[in-house]
């Protein structure tokens, strides 16, 4: 306990899910917490996004661990409201030291299709370079920028024979690997001035977008209407361990990790929590 006491953690889409479990676990560790989720859905995304009331839950639960929580609705397509939510909470618990850019969205078959591809793009890149880019002017020396990527961003096939042509799908592939080259330049950028940034890769998690009408269609393109159980099997094929997916914590445990003095000079890393999901699609190299 208290591997990042006294430190504030700024954190995009953190309403539920994986958000939400980061936010949990950097306050179990003794973190305050600004968190900012969109609280509504998207046409193009065919699934529920989080709820106001999903937002409030997740103050809750920071609260019961005794740390303070800044709750605010933003989207992080618009970074005029990301600015305002920052500004906000820096102003109300006094600094900030951890960015967990953690916001995306999956609108595989989404439409209008093209619709699909902009909304993913500017979420999972562009929203996650806005985070980042408000934050900033706040960190100094010793803070932690950590961007949630997707194992996707490194497989070495493209989306398309996943999940099929839409757009939206093709585009949530093409902003995760954009992300990991941004965070990587961004890392190389901030090092002088002793700020680390780095890119966590997911493999399948436990969350309302894994467990999706969507993605199980994306799973079980043979099917009309697959459910849960007609999909999950094939979820293994994404892990070298035999497991279809992780928990939510097992990418918190490394959040905290990275956010934490404990990884005090790790620094421009593509850091995976993907049960070697790396491993079955490429060799070793340098």
Known sequence: MGRVEGKVAFITGAGRGQGRSHAV??????????????CEDLPTVGYKLASPEDLKETARLVEAHGRRIV???????????????????VAELGRLDIVVAQAGIAPLHGEPALQAWIDVINTNLIGTMNAIHVAIPHL?????????GSAAAL?????SQTVGTNPGGNGYQVAKRMLADFVHELGRNLAPRGIRSNVLHPTNV???MLMSEPMYKS????LENPTREDAEPGFAVQQAMPIRYVEPVDISNTVVF????????????????????YLKWHDFHK
């Open 25 to 38: 676990r950097l306050a179990e560790e003794g973190a305050d917490i600004i968190a900012v989720d969109i």
């Open 71 to 89: 709750a605010l609705k933003a989207d992080v397509r618009d970074a005029a409201q990301l600015k305002d939510a920052v500004d906000r909470g």
């Open 140 to 148: 100094k020396e010793g803070a932690s920028i950590i961007a949630v």
């Open 155 to 159: 497989m070495n096939i493209p989306m």
């Open 206 to 208: 436990n969350t309302p």
């Open 219 to 222: 799973f079980r393109p043979d």
């Open 258 to 277: 990275l956010a934490s003095d404990e990884a005090r000079y790790v620094t421009g890393m593509q850091m995976r929590v993907d049960a070697g999901g």
